[in-house]
Nanobody
């Protein structure tokens, strides 16, 4: 059974940082493209970042220069380091594994507020 479990969300002040983690189990990690998405209340889910290898990453324009996606294959884990957080980054953040099938985690809440 495939599971993606996110963690690391929380309440942070504007300008602060958080690191999200997503641990994948039940799938061959190296065969999947890993992505982070987010969904704010009342808005559609939007893509944030993708990693398909240690040097192959992509970012939505609104997070470029502030967020960094990385992975640790030995731990089947993908990370999202978020810096210079803004109130508009407030959302539920979801991990996604894209391959032969697509899987989603349950999400971790990030709230940016003073």
């Amino acid at each position: 059974q495939v599971q993606l479990v996110e963690s690391g969300g929380g309440l942070v002040q504007p300008g602060g940082s958080l690191r999200l983690s997503c641990v994948a189990s039940g799938l061959r990690f190296s065969r999947y493209t890993m992505r982070w998405y987010r969904q704010a209340p009342g808005k559609e889910r939007e893509w944030v970042a993708t990693i398909t290898g240690p040097d192959n990453t992509g970012y939505a324009d609104f997070v470029k220069g502030r967020f960094t996606i990385s992975s640790e294959s030995t731990k089947n884990t993908v990370y999202l380091q978020m810096t210079s957080l803004k109130p508009e980054d407030t959302a539920m953040y979801y991990c996604n594994a894209f391959g032969v099938q697509t899987y989603w985690g349950q999400g971790t809440q990030v709230t940016v507020s003073s």
